[in-house]
């Protein structure tokens, strides 16, 4: 981390002055990549604070400075993330004929499965414009390549071995239907989070309330985990795991699933630690284990 | 306490462990000067010290050794898919130049890394044994590694003919392995790596045969 000492400004510059007057220096920084501290212990400081708002800070004092590194709106990232999959999907879908040099028409549970992936998908790119309230603008570009490379990536292998003309669907009718009730169950699920979510943090702010039910029932998840939206994801994965038997898509739910578990445990030490009042029974993800 | 007492255990007992593949390898090549029953001849002192390493994994995810389980879990795991499940099941390949020279390259390098380990919990390191495992490693890595990838690549014809390990469709579950592919990319797997671990160990190097030094005009004074 970069020490850079300011010795002058007054109590009224703010740190998006300070970066300004940094950027003026070194002219590819930008502020979404700026960031600094008051210690190498404390958070981001915010680019409104001023520094007249820290009263250890005076003339001379250190403030720590580091470049994350080149930076990329976190809409555009969803949307290579979420659009990506959808193209990938539809490439096996569409062209059977010129990759598996398949002859006869798919059949319905390749249909339906086409339409559970790709639908997924599209409520997610739809969640992004109209639903989802970011608390950061940007993420290290590094993310995007990683990121897009797990989701295209398990795209197309999920979707290789779903349209393939030797694919073999479950062998009880049963698993079909419980596998695309699970599926939906998810959807919904996951859909209404997102809007309590959303109703919880009114436009513009970066207001943090222990997230309750409302009136969607779906939503008396919370009473059991903080983070239900990402239960109901993976409830949503099982189902088509379930529905389409293929491998993959068993092994990315199980991935995807250990990964917002990670994040779950993350979010959940946070909401323990920002509300004394955090309800005591609530786990993270995974309700009464973990 | 009792750790160090079975760390010290652990350690001596593969260090003599591969003390024996060696001496195994080394007598059958000085005898029949060519490498067809190397491993033939050695291959149950190897198996059992190269697979007991997995529990060097379980010493480091309960934190009685300071290393990453998951550095740890890479260098035993590449070890013992070359080992299971390339040179093992493929007799044809068993034979080679290329055997001998990898098996011989891991044994220098895991007598010098145990009896290390071993010392250094009794804190009686001869300069000597750090130089050695911060110095052999300059041609151990790539003599071991260029014995690795040929081994991978001398079964790639007999994988690909016997379709072993992999699956075809149709299946239940709806997926297929072709082993043949898997082997190439896991080859590929070795390029990235290789520099970054060389790089990591000639950067120890600088750091412990410094302070190796120091150390021993400290205490000679």
Not at chain 1, 130 to 139: D, E, N, V
Not at chain 1, 159 to 173: D, E, I, K, W
Not at chain 1, 256 to 262: T, W
């Amino acid at each position: 981390e970069e020490v850079s000492t300011q010795s002058t400004g007054t109590k009224e510059t703010s740190i998006m002055d300070i970066k300004q007057l940094h950027i003026k220096q070194k002219s590819y920084l930008y502020p979404t990549r700026m960031m600094y501290k008051l210690s190498l212990k404390d958070k981001a400081l915010s680019e409104d604070a001023k520094i007249g708002d820290f009263e250890t800070f005076c003339d001379g004092s250190v403030l720590y400075f580091k470049d994350l590194g080149p930076q990329i709106g976190w809409s555009t990232v969803f949307f290579a993330e979420y659009i990506g999959p959808i193209f990938t999907y539809l490439i096996f879908y569409l062209a059977r004929g010129p990759i598996y040099g398949a002859k006869g028409a798919t059949t319905d549970v390749q249909n339906v499965a086409c339409a559970m992936y790709v639908g997924h998908y599209v409520k997610r790119v739809l969640e992004t414009m109209f639903i989802h309230r970011f608390s950061k603008a940007t993420m290290p570009i590094g993310n995007l390549f990683k990121n897009c490379t797990y989701y295209w990536g398990f795209s197309a292998f999920i979707s290789y071995f779903v349209n393939h003309p030797l694919y073999t669907p479950p062998a009880c009718n049963l698993c079909l239907y419980i596998g695309l009730g699970t599926y939906l169950f998810g959807e919904l699920g996951n859909f209404s989070c997102h809007l309590a979510f959303m109703k919880m943090r009114p436009p513009g702010t970066r207001t943090r309330v222990i997230p309750m039910p409302n009136s969607n029932p779906f939503t008396l998840l919370f009473h059991l985990v903080s983070c239900p939206n990402y239960t109901y994801e993976a409830i949503s994965w099982l189902g088509f795991s379930i529905f389409t038997s293929v491998f993959y898509a068993a092994l990315f739910t199980v991935v995807g699933g250990g990964q917002m578990l990670q994040w779950a445990l993350g979010k959940h030490k946070n909401y323990k630690k920002e509300f004394e009042k955090y309800p005591k029974g609530r786990k993270a993800m995974i309700p009464f284990i973990l | 306490m009792l750790s160090k007492i079975y760390l010290l255990l652990y350690n001596c007992c593969l260090a003599c462990g591969w003390n024996i593949v060696l001496y195994q390898a080394v007598e059958e090549l000085c005898n029949s000067r060519n490498p067809t029953y190397v491993y033939e001849k050695c291959k149950v002192a190897l198996k059992i010290s190269q697979t007991l390493a997995l529990l060097e994994i379980v010493h480091a995810a309960v934190g009685l050794v300071r290393s990453s389980p998951v550095t740890t879990f890479i260098q035993v795991q590449s070890r013992l898919v070359v080992l299971w499940l390339v040179l093992d099941p493929v007799s044809e390949a068993q034979g080679n130049s290329n055997v001998p020279m990898m098996i011989i390259a891991w044994c220098v390098a895991e007598i010098v890394r145990y009896w290390y380990y071993a010392l250094s919990l009794v804190d009686k390191v001869p300069y000597v044994l750090t130089w050695c495992r911060y110095t052999f490693f300059t041609f151990l890595y790539p003599i071991g590694v260029s014995g690795e990838l040929l081994t991978i690549y001398s079964v790639l014809p007999v994988v690909t003919a016997t379709g072993m390990f992999s699956l075809e469709l149709p299946n239940k579950w709806n997926v297929s392995f072709h082993y043949p592919i898997f082997l190439m990319l896991y080859m590929a797997g070795y390029v990235p790596y290789l520099p970054k671990l060389y790089m990591h160990m000639i950067k120890q190097r600088g750091k412990m045969l410094g302070k190796a030094a120091a150390d021993g005009e400290k205490k000679s004074n």
